[in-house]
């Protein structure tokens, strides 16, 4: 299995804004939760003994999934995990916004609205009269969009859920100013690493490795599954040839776009890449 990007073993206890202004000899760290299910939040807490060393180095002063302990902003580095989905959402990520000097959204639901963007080529209202039996009390917007849909973000950080030692890698890199570097190759690198039988080739599974970004290992092609885009698309993604391979292969276009409208469904690579592969469909059907 390919080592994920190590964290440090000690984080710099150097604060990104003067002591006089944080309040504090440390800087001050809020986690925030949107539309989602926690799963990224979750995965930064099960790193154990570096997040002890990340509460060394940061005052933590909100993150409800941990602590009921509150300190009042302004924060140094805040982190938003999940999506907007209401109009409370959005009028709330505008307050973490100006509450915040760093802000990294980590996870799909983040960084493209998640599988719940699911909505955004749907009947909202259709949708809430099969799940609630008093729709009308429900308020919700007709989208589900990334943070930086709403407000510029410093950094994201990909994936469902994240890799919680990248994101640790993150944050110790603000504390000292430096712009934050992750691996952007593809899925089928960590494959290589890992040794796999590529399923594409050697099974005729269409699998989105190619043109997703790495960070989880090559989770299911390991066991023998196709790459689902966890990660989001790879920088210079090249859907149209992936699209291309798999059409010369006899793969369904309603496959295609079933992996493509996943968690990172509304990413806008992979958006494109499914809405232009409806449209040809319909362009193509008997009239």
Known sequence: MSPPIPAPDVFPNKSPVPAEQSGSNRPKLGVYKFASCDGCQLALLSVENHLRQLADSVEICYFLE?????VPGPYDIGIVEGSVT????AERIRGIRRDCRYLIAIGACATAGGIQALRNWANVEEYLSYVYAEPQYIDTLATSTAISEHVPVDFELRGCP?????LLRVISDLLVDRQPRLA????????KLRQNVCVAVARGIPCLGPITQAGCGAICPSFD???????????NINAASWIGHCR????ATSRLVQLLRNVNSYDSHFREAGDG??????SVEPS
């Open 184 to 191: 952007r190759h593809s899925v089928c690198v960590e494959c």
């Open 225 to 235: 599954r196709e790459c689902f885009g966890c990660f989001g698309p790879q920088e």
């Open 86 to 89: 209401t109009a409370h959402d």
């Open 162 to 166: 994240i890799e919680p030692q990248q």
């Open 248 to 251: 010369s292969t006899d793969h």
């Open 66 to 70: 941990a602590s009921s302990r509150i």
């Open 277 to 282: 592969l409806i449209a040809k469909s319909i």
